[in-house]
């Protein structure tokens, strides 16, 4: 059973830093580009990042470009965002998201449960 | 960047009824990269359509995709209660970004 699990959400000051971690289980992680989402309370999903299978390339969304970093460690199954300069408009739950092809199709497949963070003084 | 806007913003139907949710884009998408999400309340999104007509796993044949280019469709054959959700478009572009519409909310009349 493919698993996402996030966390290292919290409250964080405007101007903060925050690491957030996904451990990802039942699959071949290694196998998958990897993605970040983002849902501001009470609104939409806004895609926040993506990262390929090895890490050799990623992208950002531009509203956290030059702000967030996304990783990952093959070794340890696990996903990260590195996100400085917080600003309150950062807030939101955030979910860690497996990317898969199929048929000469792309898409997202699984999501995991997301964490929250809150930036606020 | 591609703009995916979804109409209507909330739909008002009952179980049993027929759904049509609109997803229009503002440059052509290409088929392969279209996608639709449920989503209900407290939890994580949940991946219905990829390929803007294949079905993802598990995914009953009461939900199903169609359209190209600019519009896109997701159709739900008889509406069941526990269909009563979030609904969001996604697609990939050719800048490599990834996008999603901003929801239509399908609630019980």
């Known amino acids: 059973e493919v698993q996402l699990v996030e966390s290292g959400g919290g409250l964080v000051q405007p101007g903060g830093s925050l690491r957030l971690s996904c451990a990802a289980s039942g699959f071949t992680f290694s196998s998958h580009w990897m993605h970040w989402v983002r849902q501001g309370p009470g609104k939409g999903l806004v895609w926040v990042s993506r990262i390929n299978n090895d890490g050799s390339s990623t992208l950002y969304a531009d509203s956290v470009k030059g702000r967030f970093t996304i990783s990952r460690d093959n070794a340890k199954d696990t996903l990260y965002v590195q996100m400085n300069s917080l600003r309150a408009e950062d807030t939101a739950v955030y979910y860690c998201a497996r990317g898969s092809c199929s048929g000469g199709s792309c898409f997202v497949d699984y999501w995991g449960q997301g964490t929250l963070v809150t930036v606020s003084s | 960047e591609i703009v995916l806007t979804q109409s209507p913003v909330t739909l008002s139907l009952s179980p049993g009824e027929r759904a049509t949710l609109s997803c229009r884009a503002s440059q052509s998408v290409a088929s392969s990269y279209l996608a639709w999400y449920q989503q209900k309340p407290g939890q994580a999104p949940r991946l219905l359509i990829y390929g803007a007509s294949s079905r993802a796993t598990g995914i009953p044949d009461r939900f199903s995709g169609s359209g190209s280019g600019t519009d896109f469709t997701l159709t739900i054959s008889r509406l069941e209660p526990d269909d009563f959700a979030v609904y969001y478009c996604?697609?990939?572009?050719?800048?490599?970004?990834?996008?999603f519409g901003q929801g239509t909310k399908l609630e019980i009349k």
């Open positions: 996604q697609q990939y572009g050719s800048s490599l970004l990834y996008t």
